[in-house]
């Protein structure tokens, strides 16, 4: 059981729009910036998304983050076959004194 | 180029130990807080432990405290994992990742640990 709640998955067309929701508590979310991270399969993972919004060179603008109170949001937009991966949310928990990771979304471009 | 590169991994039987290494290289290693992050075969992230620049301060996830030990060398841009009394759920690959607090900017390939009689 992780401490981040994300769906386990999500699908999507081509083109399409998608976004995966990431539910944590005042602990980590609520106080502290939100990670994303993209793992494509048998690769390491990738940050994607920090500081709850911002995206690091190279990252498409067809990613986005965003955070509202103890929960974060990734979107994705213009949906494309490369962007079948999983995606995790992360966060520092005050109160564990550590990174604390979503369980993971996976996603599958139809 | 900003490279970490992990090595150590392997088969071990339960109660058996294990060194992790990482090699850092294209940056100032001791200036970046270092973390290790872990993924069980099939399964989510997980952090593990993280250290502080200058290795003042550590912290360890409640699963691993009192059997690993992170460590890191400055002078050879090197991050250690002391793993003592292995045990079958901490099977998986063992990532190096650049940071602490916050994001990871930069990730090693990953070492497998396999912890198994």
Not at chain 1, 54 to 74: E, I, M, Y
Not at chain 2, 35 to 45: E, F, I, N, T
């Amino acid at each position: 059981q992780s401490v981040l709640t994300q769906p386990p998955s999500t699908s999507g067309t081509p083109g399409q729009r998608v976004t995966i929701s990431c539910s944590g508590s005042s602990s980590n979310i609520g106080s502290n910036t939100v990670n994303w991270y993209q793992q494509l399969p048998g690769t390491a993972p990738k940050l994607l998304i920090y500081y709850d919004n911002q995206r690091p060179s190279g990252v498409p603008d067809r990613f986005s983050g965003s955070k509202s109170g103890t929960s974060a949001s990734l979107a994705i937009s213009g949906l494309q076959s490369e962007d079948e991966a999983d995606y995790y949310c992360a966060a520092w928990d005050d109160s564990l004194n550590g990174v604390v990771f979503g369980g993971g979304t996976k996603l599958t471009v139809l | 180029e900003v490279q970490l590169v992990e090595s150590g991994g392997g088969l071990v039987q339960p109660g058996g130990s294990l060194r992790l290494s990482c090699a850092a290289s294209g940056f100032t290693f001791s200036t970046y807080w270092m973390s290790w992050v872990r993924q069980a075969p099939g399964k989510g992230l997980e952090w593990v432990a993280n250290v502080k620049e200058d290795g003042t301060e550590k912290y360890y996830v409640d699963s691993v405290k009192g059997r690993f030990t992170i460590s890191r060398d400055n002078a050879k841009n090197s991050l250690y994992l002391q793993m003592n009394s292995l045990r079958v759920e901490d099977t998986g690959v063992y990532y190096c990742a650049r940071g602490g607090r916050q994001q990871y900017n930069c990730w090693g390939q990953g070492t497998l640990v396999t912890v198994s009689s």
